[in-house]
């Protein structure tokens, strides 16, 4: 099972992310890094472990307030060995698809059919099934149709992230068993290795993580058991 690690990028800055309610993201300052500056909350998460993937959301260009995408672009300079998933808002696709795979947030999407021509045109899109307070934010239907899925799938429980409540993990075995060819990605909540190997059993592809990881819930050690 694949881990990982994730940033929440706002005004230039990782912030901490509190139940999806991103209003109230503040700069990031954990028990692992003190600091918000991209760069160095990257330089922490990789001296704890090899991460070969970090997700980014761009919560800027999401909500429409702007940009950071010359930011992300800096750091994928910096650690052009690492592959970026990178959720922004479906916007300057061009350019973030010459450095890093594109997440189609479904909280992004207007209709079905732009979803179509998205996985149709975008190189090894992902897209992420978006939830919050336990409702699909995305167009109506789309969370039971997988036919229009591409291959790799990211549940987020946006309403967990940050939470430490516990993953979806009875959402995710129902995905799973829903569509099997699929690889699914379990996003939100998670705070410990029981956490972890539920996910596993339960069909998970991946685990997006941070909180259990700024906190020091999950460590070297658990984190070494999915190497």
């Known amino acids: 099972m694949k881990l990982i ?9 990782v912030v901490t992310a509190k139940s999806g309610k991103r209003h109230a993201y503040t700069p ?12 160095t909350v990257v330089s922490t998460l990789l001296a704890l472990h090899p991460f070969d993937t970090f997700y980014i959301a761009d919560l800027d260009a999401i909500s429409g307030d702007g940009s950071n ?10 650690h052009p060995g690492i592959t970026l998933w990178v959720d ?19 909280e992004s999407l207007t209709n ?33 149709q997988p036919v229009r ?48 190997e539920q996910l596993h059993a339960n069909g998970a592809a991946g685990v997006l993580l941070s909180t259990a990881l700024h906190q020091g819930w999950i460590g070297p050690t658990e984190l070494g058991l999915f190497s």
């Not at 690690?5 to 800055?13: L, W």
């Not at 479906?90 to 795979?101: H, I, P």
């Not at 591409?150 to 940050?162: F, H, K």
């Not at 430490?164 to 799973?176: C, E, I, R, T």
Request: charged content about 20%; glycine content about 6%.
């Open 149 to 196: 899925w591409p291959a790799e799938v990211i549940l987020m429980t946006l309403s967990r992230v940050g939470s430490a409540s516990g993953p979806d993990a009875a959402h995710l075995k129902q995905l799973v068993k829903q569509s099997p060819n699929r690889h699914f990605f379990a996003a939100g909540g998670v705070r410990h290795l029981s956490d972890l």
């Open 112 to 144: 079905c059919d732009r979803l179509r021509h998205l996985v149709d045109t975008l190189p090894s899109p992902i897209l992420s099934l978006d939830y919050l307070a336990d409702q699909f934010t995305g167009p109506a239907g789309l969370d039971q």
């Open 5 to 13: 690690t994730v940033i929440d990028i706002k005004n230039a800055e």
């Open 69 to 78: 995408l010359t930011l992300i672009q800096k750091l994928h300079l910096e």
């Open 88 to 106: 922004n808002g479906l916007t300057e696709l061009g350019l973030l698809c010459d450095f890093a795979r594109p997440v189609i947030g479904t």
């Open 28 to 39: 990031s300052d954990t028990p692992l890094c003190h600091s918000s500056q991209p760069l």
